[in-house]
């Protein structure tokens, strides 16, 4: 029987070569995201796969919306192999004084408060099983701070917090968690970051070569694919171009 795993945020980026990767793996697979039209795409692309699909399209910063797409899923499907909490963003890049409280709200209510919502419904269910996988997307933010980070960087050190607080909780019950910290990966990550100026968001990866969707990919697909007495805490995945979050090299 095949394995079930849930990807949030899986319409694009890391999230949809996440469920490609996962897919070629032979996982049941539940795709959440707000963008319903590229969960279907995303779902017919899967299905090539032989593999069973559950589109499930809410929005994850509101907590009921987020409640009541669970509630609507079958005992089976509620019984997950894998969680990947990989729904977050970045919203706007501006010094503390002049951050806006919408992008605050966006980053915080998805990033810390989203993946959580999720893991509450979530855990127990694994609990039930004695076994069960959460991988929280996190990023070189976990560790490091940069100008203009601020926010975004204080919800990724959060999700690291979280990534240990969970693993501890969750030792007694056989529930592997571990974390992907990656550094500069082209996705829509900088176009909305920037609210969609391209020409800010391309300035980014200019000169170097960024990881792209499918190389963090490759690294979950090490974390799942370890033997069950192994787990992967954290892992940092950084372009060879790029030693920490503030030191680049630019041809
Ligand atoms: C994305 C990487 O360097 O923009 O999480 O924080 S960075």
């Not at 070189?140 to 990724?156: D, R, W």
Request: hydrophobic share 40%; proline share 4%.
């Amino acid at each position: 029987m095949n394995k079930r795993a849930m990807i949030t945020g899986a319409s694009s980026g890391i999230g949809k070569a996440t469920a490609l990767m996962m897919a070629r793996n032979g996982y049941n697979l539940i795709i959440t995201g707000r963008r319903e039209k590229r969960l279907h795409e995303l779902a017919d692309q899967l299905k090539k796969s032989e593999i069973e699909v559950k589109i499930m399209p809410f929005d994850i910063r509101d907590p009921q919306a987020t409640r009541n797409a669970w509630n609507a899923l079958s005992k089976e499907w509620k019984q997950l192999d894998v969680l990947v909490n990989n729904a977050g963003l970045a919203a706007g890049a501006d010094p503390i004084q002049e951050g806006r409280w919408e992008d605050w709200e966006q980053m915080i209510d998805t990033n810390i408060k989203g993946l959580l919502s999720i893991t509450r419904l979530v855990t127990p269910e694994m609990i039930k099983r004695n076994k069960g996988h959460i991988i929280n997307v996190s990023s070189i933010a976990s560790s490091e701070v940069y100008a203009n980070g601020n926010v975004y960087c204080a919800s990724k050190h959060a999700v690291h917090a979280l990534t240990k607080g969970m693993r501890i909780d969750l030792l007694p019950h056989n529930i592997k968690v571990s974390s992907i910290s990656p550094g500069m990966v082209e996705t829509e990550f900088s176009i909305v970051r920037y609210h969609g100026d391209k020409g800010k968001a391309d300035k980014v990866y200019e000169g170097l070569t960024p990881l792209n969707a499918d190389d963090v990919a490759d690294a979950i697909e090490f974390m799942i694919t370890r033997p069950s007495h192994v787990n992967v805490n954290d892992m940092l995945l950084m372009p060879t171009a790029q030693a920490s979050a503030v030191y680049n090299h630019r041809e």
